[in-house]
C-alpha cells in the first residue's frame, strides 16, 4: 500500500516551534495532509517522552498510534524520531551538525535519553545541543539498538550540517568514521533536492530522504516520502537501505529555489550570488565587504564529480510540490494566513479528504470541479515545474510566482510528467 511519511518534526518543547505542535495537534494534521506515518520528534526531552508514553501505544512493528483513537479514522501512525545538535572540534575546525534518530522500541529510546542526559542538559530544549562528536553519538545510538537509525539532517544547509559550508564535513567517511556502512541515509532538506545530491558520487550508495522538519502543524508533509510497503518500522528501514526503487516510490520535494539557502548571499544588503557570480567577487559582499553565506547550490558545485545534468539510472523519483495554502494565496492574490486562505483549504481538504489527495491525485478536471479553473491550473503549473522562483539566499526563503512570466517547465518539471 501507498504510505507517505513526513519523518521529521518537532514538538513544542523545541525552541522557535508552535505551541500547537504536540502529538494529538500532528495526528490531526497529518491526517488533514494526508500523511499516513510521521515522527513524534523531540523524544529526548523529558516532557515529550512523557507524552509519547501517556499518550501514544504500540500499533504496528516500530510504529506507535494515539490510545484511544475513535474507529473510523483514517489510521496514523508515529515512528519515534529526534534531532539532536552536536558542537565539537574535530580537525582543527568548530563542527556543528544536527542529525536525525530514530528507534524501533520505547526500551530503546530510554536507553539513549539515560544516555545522553548523563553528558548534557537535554531538558532546555526539544532539539539538544550536546558538546561531542556526532561519531560519539552514533555509537550511542547503535549500542542502545542495531535497529536504530542515524540521518544526518538537512546535509547541506550552511550552518548545522554534515556537508555544510560553515562547520561540515565533506565526506560521510570524515564524519562517521568506521560507523560509515551503518549510515545509509541523509536527508536532503529544503534548499536542496535528490538530482543534486546525486551529482557527487559519493552519495551513490545513500539513500535519500525528505522531509518537513515542521516547526508548526501546517507545515507538516511540505517534504515527504512515499512508500509501498506495509506498517512496519522494520521494513521501512530494510527499503531504505535497500534504496529499493520498487518499493521506495518517491520522495515529496520542495522546490529548492524556495529553500532559505539555496543560492549564496548577504540579505542584510539584499545580495544573491550565483555560484558564478560568487566566485567573481571572491565570497565577499559589495555592498559591506563581509563574506556572503555560502548557499547549497555553491557547496554542491565544490564536492561534485558530475555534471548538472547527470541522472542516476536507479534513483528515486522526485515529486516537486507547494503547499495548497500557498497555491490558494497566488490564486486569491492575499497572504497564506489569511481568513479566506484558511477557510478555503479547509473546505477543499475536508471534501477531498487529503492535501496530498488534490496535490498529487486528482486531474484537472476533478481539481476544477471541487476548486475552480484557477485552481486547477495554478496544481497543474507546479506539477509541470511551468513556475518561476526567485531562489532564497542566506536565511530568506524564494518567492514563488505561479501566475506570472514563467520561465517554463524546468527539467525537474519533465521528470515529474511521468508521475502524474
Request: glycine share 8%.
Amino acid at each position: 500500500m501507498r504510505l507517505i511519511a513526513d519523518l521529521h518534526i518537532h514538538s513544542n518543547f523545541s525552541r522557535a516551534t508552535s505551541k500547537d505542535m504536540t502529538l494529538p495537534n500532528v495526528a490531526k494534521w497529518a491526517r488533514i495532509k494526508g500523511i499516513d506515518i510521521v515522527g513524534t520528534g523531540d523524544f529526548t526531552h523529558p516532557a515529550h517522552f512523557a507524552a509519547i508514553t501517556g499518550l501514544l501505544e504500540p500499533a504496528a512493528p516500530g510504529l506507535f498510534k494515539l490510545a484511544g483513537e475513535e474507529k473510523g479514522q483514517r489510521p496514523l501512525h508515529f515512528m519515534l524520531s529526534a534531532e539532536v545538535s552536536n558542537i565539537w572540534t574535530q580537525g582543527g575546525k568548530t563542527r556543528k551538525v544536527h542529525t536525525i534518530i530514530y528507534a524501533p522500541d520505547l526500551k530503546s529510546v530510554r536507553q539513549i535519553n539515560k544516555t545522553l542526559a548523563s553528558l548534557g542538559n537535554v531538558a532546555s530544549d526539544g532539539r539538544p545541543i550536546l558538546g561531542f562528536s556526532v561519531y560519539d553519538l552514533a555509537s550511542m545510538v547503535f549500542d542502545s539498538s542495531p535497529e536504530a537509525m542515524i540521518v544526518p539532517a538537512h546535509a547541506w544547509t550552511p550552518w548545522f550540517s554534515i556537508f555544510g559550508s560553515k562547520s561540515g564535513f565533506d565526506s560521510i567517511e570524515e564524519c562517521f568514521k568506521d560507523l560509515s556502512y551503518n549510515v545509509f541515509a541523509i536527508e536532503t532538506g529544503l534548499s536542496s533536492n535528490p538530482a543534486m545530491n546525486r551529482r557527487v558520487s559519493g552519495l551513490d550508495r545513500i539513500a535519500l530522504l525528505s522531509n518537513s522538519d515542521a516547526h508548526s502543524p501546517a507545515k507538516l508533509g511540505r517534504e515527504a516520502n512515499v512508500f509501498d510497503t506495509n506498517l512496519d518500522y522494520y521494513e521501512i528501514k530494510k527499503i531504505i537501505k535497500a534504496r529499493d526503487n520498487k518499493r521506495f516510490l518517491y520522495t515529496i520535494e520542495f522546490y529548492p529555489e524556495e529553500g532559505k539557502y539555496h543560492c549564496d548571499g548577504h540579505s542584510g544588503c539584499g545580495i544573491r550570488f550565483t555560484p558564478q557570480e560568487s566566485a567573481q567577487a571572491a565570497g565577499v559582499c559589495p555592498v559591506c565587504g563581509k563574506g556572503v553565506t555560502e548557499g547549497v547550490l555553491t557547496r554542491i558545485e565544490a564536492l561534485a564529480d558530475r555534471p548538472l545534468d547527470y541522472q542516476a539510472q536507479d534513483a528515486i523519483p522526485a515529486v516537486h510540490l507547494v503547499p495548497l495554502e500557498e497555491i490558494l494565496a497566488q490564486v486569491f492574490d492575499c497572504g497564506v494566513n489569511t481568513l479566506k486562505v484558511r477557510r478555503e483549504y479547509q473546505r477543499l481538504t475536508l471534501e477531498a479528504g487529503s492535501e496530498f489527495k488534490i496535490l498529487l491525485d486528482m486531474s484537472h478536471d476533478e481539481i476544477a470541479a471541487l476548486a475552480g479553473v484557477r485552481v486547477a491550473e495554478g496544481i497543474i503549473r507546479v506539477r509541470t515545474g511551468d513556475i518561476s522562483i526567485s531562489p532564497g539566499f542566506d536565511g530568506e526563503f524564494g518567492k514563488l510566482d505561479i501566475f506570472g512570466q514563467a520561465q517554463g517547465p524546468t527539467p525537474t518539471g519533465r521528470i515529474q510528467k511521468q508521475l502524474f
